[in-house]
C-alpha cells in the first residue's frame, strides 16, 4: 500500500482544513488507515483511524467533536475533515496504514505503511 498525503496549511485559530490521503495498491475491507500528527519535539500521536470496509471510525479524545475521519472507496482515499482548529493543534500530518488490522490501532508502531505528511499550522 502506498500513501500520499495532502491538504495542509497555514490557518487561523478557528479555522478549518480537509486532509487528503490517497491510497494506492491493494486493499482489503480489514485495512486501517490511521492519521496521526507529530509536533516539534513531541512523540508521534493518534488523531483518528478508519476501517477500510466497514468505515468503523476511532477518534482521540483531544479532536473528538472538531476533527472526522471518513473515506471514499471509489476514489481510494480517505479524509480528515478538521474544524475549529487551534494553535495546538499545530504538527506534521502523517496517514498510515496496517493492511489487516484486527483493531483500530492507536499505536503508530502497528502501521506499516506511511504516507510523506503534510504540514498544519494554526495561528493564533
Known amino acids: 500500500v502506498q500513501l500520499q498525503a495532502s491538504g495542509g496549511g497555514l490557518v487561523q485559530d478557528g479555522g478549518s482544513l480537509r486532509l487528503s490521503c490517497v491510497a494506492s495498491?491493494?486493499?482489503?475491507?480489514?485495512?486501517?488507515i490511521g492519521w496521526f500528527r507529530q509536533a516539534p519535539g513531541k512523540e508521534r500521536e493518534f488523531v483518528a483511524a478508519?476501517?477500510?470496509?466497514?468505515?468503523?471510525?476511532a477518534h482521540a479524545d483531544s479532536v473528538k467533536g472538531r476533527f472526522t475521519i471518513s473515506r471514499d472507496n471509489t476514489k481510494n482515499t480517505v479524509y480528515l475533515q478538521m474544524n475549529s482548529l487551534k494553535p495546538e493543534d499545530t504538527a506534521v500530518y502523517y496517514c498510515?496504514?496496517?493492511?489487516?488490522?484486527?483493531?483500530?490501532?492507536?499505536?503508530?508502531?502497528?502501521?506499516?505503511?506511511w504516507g510523506q505528511g503534510t504540514l498544519v499550522t494554526v495561528s493564533s
Open positions: 498510515a496504514a496496517d493492511a489487516h488490522a484486527a483493531r483500530l490501532y492507536r499505536n503508530p508502531s502497528l502501521y506499516n505503511y
Open positions: 495498491g491493494r486493499t482489503v475491507s480489514r485495512t486501517v
Open positions: 478508519i476501517f477500510w470496509g466497514d468505515g468503523t471510525t
